[in-house]
């Protein structure tokens, strides 16, 4: 009966170790990560909540849940303009203030999920304690305006956002997504580039550096700004996606980026740090966490900024 009862243990302990869960039987919450309010994720072009079993926040949600934090993973069209992919947001945020019983949410929005919180935290800034970007192109990107040089209206335009249109249908069927709006690559396109990027800001400048590479206001109505960011295109070389990352990284004329986002683009609110040695993927703990060695592990990030809203009372 006691090598049983040992046995069951030793699987039981296997078990806790194959899911992530060990700090939370061994320890229980630390309350770390408790913030007064949700933490509502925000993913960017292209993006999921999930594609077979694989999470775009890789491990980020449960290291965030194990110390306290209520974590909600949100999912609207992979392709469209920051005000649409602002809408779908605003009602899935709406829903999660219903569920959850509490007055407002922390936003984190990655790549174009920052535009797109920046727009629900402008529209309904009483739904929102805070915005926090991650690489996100809130004064455009090097690689869309260099897409956008393509003549608009043109067969190469056409054959490309019908390539991307597909790939996005593809991810919404994979992601088993609830969210029947037709892809807008052209829309995403209009929304990345910096001529795009700068009417946005004119209508939401909330959090937005006024000066080429400076800080934006740390709370405007009500709501306070965050961003970080990387500038390190290539961080792993066992990582196909760097390869990607590095190609893409041309379009910046050597200006310090992620891949996709330049440093000083990447700026809104307080910059928590904008020199990670991230990639954008790296940025989300992807590629199945094949990150730098020589960095913080992305997750420990979020942990420590969830750890920085719940001091700030958030």
Known sequence: MN?????????????????????????????????????????????????????????????????????????????????????????????????SGKSKVNLIGHSHGGPTIRYVAAVSPNLVASATSVGAPHK??????????????????????????????????LSGSSSTSPQNALGTLESLNSEGAARFNAKFPQGIPTTACG????????VRYYSWSGTSPVTNIIDPSDLLLGATSLTFNGEANDGLVGRCSSHMGKVIRDNYRMNHLDEVNQTLGLTSLFETDPITVYRQHANRLKNDGL
């Open 3 to 99: 090598n049983n009862k040992t046995l069951l243990a030793l699987c039981l302990g296997a078990g806790l170790l194959a899911s992530g869960n060990t700090h939370a039987f061994w320890f229980g919450s630390s309350g770390y990560t408790q913030t007064k309010y949700p933490v509502v994720l925000a993913h960017g072009m292209l993006g999921f909540d999930s594609i077979l079993g694989v999470d775009y926040w890789y491990g980020i949600p449960g290291a965030l849940r194990r110390d306290g934090a209520s974590v909600y993973v949100t999912e609207v069209s992979q392709l469209d303009t920051s005000e649409a992919r602002g809408e779908q947001l605003l009602a899935q945020v709406e829903e999660i203030v219903a569920i």
């Open 140 to 173: 455009g990107s090097a690689t869309a305006d260099f897409i956008r040089q393509v003549p608009p209206g043109s067969a190469g335009e056409l054959l490309l956002a019908g390539i991307v249109n597909g790939l996005g249908t593809l991810i919404n069927f």
């Open 215 to 222: 800080e934006g206001a740390y709370k405007v109505g009500g």
